[in-house]
Every structure is written in structure tokens, then in C-alpha cells.
């Protein structure tokens, strides 16, 4: 089993920033591909950044381009990652509730977390 769990969110100005965090633990060997969606009331839930551990690869959603930045770092026993979203100049449109993803090679479901809230003040 994988473990997520959120932190980092709250109540920021608009134009303000956020820096959001992910720490996965539990059996996180032959992760796939790491990432952040989001879903606001009434809305379906949508990418925001997703990172493919073994290549690097970076993949932003238009809303966030030039304003969010995805990044991780693994403990020094790899027994848990930490996943990050440093976000920008939020506006109230940046509200929902981010939820942090990760899919691992063996499983073709990927595994969530419950989320943290997101509330931008104009």
C-alpha cells in the first residue's frame, strides 16, 4: 500500500503564493509517475502537474504554466518521497482542492490522497 498525504494549503491573497507538499510513503518502489490535480466545487477534477520519475519529464496544464513549479526529493533510505508544487501569483480561479497523485508500474490504478484546500481572497 501507498500512503499520501497532503500539507500546505490555506488561505492566500490573490497574487500570493503557496507551497504545497506531498509526502508518500508505504511500498513506493517502481513509481511511475508523481503529480497534483485539483477539483473545485461543481468542477471535475483536473491535472495540474504531473512528473515522470524515471525520465524527468515535466508536464504542466495551461492554467499553471509560468506559475506553478512540480518537483520531488526521495529520503536518504528511499523509504519516502516527498512531492512539492510551489504555486505563484494564485488568483481566486486557483481555488479547489489540490490533490496529490502517484502511479506506480506494477498497478495500473494510481493512489491518491485526500487532499488539501486551496482558498484564494481577491
Known amino acids: 500500500q501507498v500512503q499520501l498525504v497532503e500539507s500546505g494549503g490555506g488561505l492566500v491573497q490573490s497574487g500570493g503564493s503557496l507551497r504545497l507538499f506531498c509526502a508518500a510513503s508505504?511500498?513506493?518502489?517502481?513509481?511511475?509517475?508523481m503529480g497534483w490535480h485539483r477539483q473545485a466545487p461543481g468542477n471535475e477534477r483536473e491535472l495540474v502537474a504531473t512528473?515522470?520519475?524515471?525520465?524527468?519529464?515535466?508536464?504542466?496544464?495551461?492554467s499553471g504554466k509560468g506559475r506553478v513549479t512540480i518537483s520531488r526529493d526521495n529520503a536518504k533510505n528511499n523509504a519516502k518521497v516527498t512531492l512539492y508544487l510551489q504555486m505563484n501569483n494564485l488568483n481566486p480561479e486557483d481555488a479547489a482542492v489540490y490533490y496529490c497523485y502517484l502511479r506506480k508500474y506494477t498497478r495500473p490504478i494510481g493512489y491518491w490522497g485526500q487532499g488539501t484546500q486551496v482558498t484564494v481572497s481577491s
Open positions: 508505504g511500498s513506493i518502489s517502481g513509481i511511475y509517475v
Open positions: 512528473l515522470t520519475v524515471t525520465t524527468g519529464d515535466i508536464n504542466y496544464a495551461d
